[in-house]
């Protein structure tokens, strides 16, 4: 197939605009490497400048080197001349291969640091989005692409315009050589390196917009792989024979995307060489052009080997410098994705209350709504509801009613997009995040279950005494995991799970103990949330679990979602939801007498006990 050039698209209009706008990652890169390390940058300049600086010296001494060999073979001077010349420029090279240790040195404890900084400040972002973030794909695509290469990126980017820098110097000194050969060299040198960096960068951002389209391809790839090599799926990948489909999907992913790579890489290969074709025969065409001038006695055989040396140096250097602009093109456009992702609109929620305005008013709820974005209905839609301290609150309803919606926006992980929630007569938006998260203990049916020790498995139910184990053991006996926890060997030191060496695994039932512990551990709690917190565990460790909840929050707000009414019936209060509104509410007895839906729900529930 003949070799087309790079075809003109839609994309490449404004070409030149968009190559220059995306070096403004430029400086924020160089800022971001100087305030990493302000040693290493000031070390990384220094050596940049002097290796800017050695080659053309070398090459300036290696003519007097010659010229001092001639003078001395036709006895117009001494060798001793020559070899003085020789160990300058065996000095001038030992200095030069210094800088280039120094240079690599340098770069790789920047790669160390720098990379960190960057996972760091990603990672410092993300915990400032809100759970809506997580739970969109796009804004998951985003991450991605700002995590992959953000950390090499910024000192790639830094180390290419040090290496400009370094290049610029060393081309121009080059240059004040040339010149005194003919200034038309220099221009043969500029204008031979030109076309390869042209197409170079043109490509450059066609493989950046390729890596941009295809981020949910490789997030699936990066799925399949969690899911084949993870011990929490490998269970049921092999009991089902899933490996071979899902290791299938994986390749066919990758068919797919090593077309679009292959045939970019061709492209860009054949014609970065045959572009580079031209600065080949610059060079040769210079070569004969010394030559003859050499030959015709214009010039002396130390100046044609100086000239020599500097025209190919000089073309490699101007080469590296267009390389290393498309180089930075391409690491901008890249950083763009990091600092797109450092820089998303986050709407600050926290206020500054830290105590209610009207102190054992509880919970309320004022006419509240809640859509998730892109959503066609409300998943909570003119709720109302009033829950007093001391209260014991059952949310029931089918799967998909909005109840665990309800514990989200209780807990201000979600903003109503309608109406308000009230702590103590304060509505949630306006309590400091610390304060109110120390107010509110939640434990949610997808629990995470933590590689640590047991014990710091409970405290992180209230991170300030994560290492606290008198805390560990109360919790934990509140939660009713203290009889499988002191059996252990090494008891609350236990490690848990199978990722690191000696980890033991729980059944379901006693991670739901741990995570429940979790909650007793904000001691000082006024709301304690519960979200199918029995559900993997027998009726009468149930029955155990609840009654010893209803003893120790006699004081406090208790919130449980269940689907066992044996359970719902103990809680002094029930709210029924049916597609996110409040159909009915009240104790069991009411509801029972109302022969509504809270009572043919229990009423089924209970004939399969018959």
Do not use: C
């Not at 400009?164 to 010149?179: M, T």
């Not at 066919?252 to 054949?270: K, M, N, P, Q």
């Not at 709820?365 to 109302?384: C, I, M, N, T, W």
């Amino acid at each position: 197939m003949p070799l087309a050039p790079p075809t003109p698209t839609n994309d490449d209009v404004g070409f030149l605009q968009r190559s220059l706008g995306v070096f403004q990652y430029t400086g924020r890169a160089v800022d971001l490497v100087w305030t990493t390390n302000k040693s290493l940058f000031v070390a990384l300049l220094t050596l940049t400048v002097a290796g800017g600086l050695i080659p053309a010296s070398i090459a300036w001494v290696g003519k007097l080197i010659v010229d001092a060999v001639v003078a001395a073979a036709a006895g117009d001077g001494s060798a001793r001349e020559a070899l003085q010349w020789v160990a300058v420029e065996a000095g001038l090279v030992a200095l030069r291969a210094g800088t280039r240790h120094g240079l690599s040195v340098t770069n790789q404890l920047l790669r160390a640091q720098l990379g960190h900084r960057v996972n760091v400040l990603i990672l410092e972002k993300a915990q400032t989005l809100d759970l809506v973030h997580f739970e969109d794909s796009e804004f998951y695509d985003q991450m991605t692409r700002a995590r992959r290469e953000a950390s090499s990126r910024p000192l790639g980017l830094v180390q290419k315009s040090f290496g400009v820098v370094q290049n610029g110097i060393s081309l121009v000194s080059y240059a004040g050589l040339l010149l005194a050969f003919s200034p038309w060299a220099v221009l043969l040198l500029t204008v031979a390196s030109i076309p390869a960096f042209i197409a170079e960068t043109r490509f450059a951002g066609r493989a950046f917009r390729i890596f941009k389209w295809r981020s949910p391809e490789k997030r699936k790839q990066m799925y399949l792989e969690t899911v084949v090599a993870r011990e929490d799926f490998a269970k049921e990948v092999k009991l089902l024979r899933l490996g071979p489909l899902l290791v299938q999907r994986y390749q066919d992913i990758f068919d797919s995307l090593y077309d679009e790579d292959r045939d970019l890489t061709v492209r860009r290969g054949a014609w970065g060489y045959a572009l580079g074709l031209l600065s080949t025969g610059a060079l040769y065409g210079a070569y004969a052009w010394i030559v003859l001038t050499t030959a015709a006695k214009t010039i002396s055989l130390g100046d044609m080997t100086m000239y020599l040396l500097v025209f190919k140096q000089g073309q490699a250097a101007f080469s590296a410098i267009l390389q290393a602009i498309g180089g930075m093109y391409e690491d901008n456009l890249y950083l763009s994705n990091l600092y797109e992702f450092l820089e998303i609109e986050v709407q600050s929620v926290d206020g500054t209350a830290t105590v209610g305005a009207e102190p054992g008013d509880g919970v309320r709820f004022e006419d509240v709504s809640f859509r998730y974005p892109d959503a066609q209905a409300d998943a909570v839609s003119g709720l109302s509801l009033h829950i007093r301290p001391g209260q014991r609150l059952a949310l029931v309803g089918h799967n998909g009613s909005g109840k665990t919606t309800l514990i989200k926006l209780l807990t201000r992980l979600y903003t109503p997009t309608g109406g308000r929630i009230l702590l103590d007569g304060t509505d949630l938006q306006d309590w400091q995040g610390e304060a109110l998260r120390r107010r509110v203990g939640v434990i949610f049916q997808d629990f995470v279950k933590y590689q640590f020790l047991v014990g710091e498995n409970i405290g992180v139910g209230d991170v300030d005494r994560i290492e606290d184990q008198p805390a560990w053991s109360d919790a934990a006996d509140k939660g009713m995991a203290a009889p499988f926890i002191e059996d252990f060997p090494d008891g609350y030191t236990t490690q848990l799970g199978r990722w690191f060496k000696g980890g033991r695994e729980l059944s379901i039932g006693q991670w739901q103990k741990i995570a429940l512990s979790r909650a007793f551990m904000r001691t000082d709690a006024d709301v304690l949330v519960l979200d199918e917190p029995t559900s993997a565990m027998d009726a009468e460790a149930e029955a155990q679990i609840f009654q010893r909840l209803m003893d120790l929050t006699s004081d406090q707000i208790a919130v449980l979602i269940s689907h066992r009414f044996s359970t719902v019936r103990m809680a002094d209060h029930i709210v029924v939801l049916d597609g996110g509104v409040l159909v009915e509410q009240g104790s069991h007895e009411e509801l029972m007498a109302s022969e509504g839906p809270y009572a043919r729900l229990f009423t089924l529930q209970a004939a399969g006990y018959l």
